[in-house]
Nanobody, 124 residues
């Protein structure tokens, strides 16, 4: 069983930055592609971005492209989501997820392991 634990959420002003972390309790972390999703109140969960097993390939939703960056450190079993130029519409619970597929894409059904989520609130 793979456990994922997110951290780094909080309250930030518009235009500010945050870095989320997701630590995995598995020794074979490099076998999993990783993704970030978010869910705002009253809305469905949506894809934010993903990163390949080696970290060489990333993909982003159009809404965050150019502002968010996903990276990973396989030696630390951790994936990161750096969020810059935050907007109020970025307010959501952010989830990391792991997939055994090499290219899982943006569908949440391709991801088998999920964290509990961390709240990000963008407000002045």
């Amino acid at each position: 069983q793979v456990q994922l634990v997110e951290s780094g959420g909080g309250l930030v002003q518009p235009g500010g930055s945050l870095r989320l972390s997701c630590a995995a309790s598995v020794s074979t972390f490099s076998n999993f592609a990783m993704g970030w999703f978010r869910q705002a109140p009253g809305k469905e969960r949506e894809f934010v971005g993903s990163i390949s097993r080696s970290g060489s390939l990333t993909a982003y939703a159009d809404s965050v492209k150019g502002r968010f960056t996903i990276s990973r450190d396989n030696a630390k079993n951790t994936v990161y989501l750096r969020m810059n130029s935050l907007k109020p519409e970025d307010t959501a619970v952010y989830y990391c997820a792991g997939s055994i597929q090499a290219v899982p894409g943006s569908s949440e059904y391709a991801y088998y392991f999920w964290g509990q989520g961390t709240q990000v609130t963008v407000s002045s």
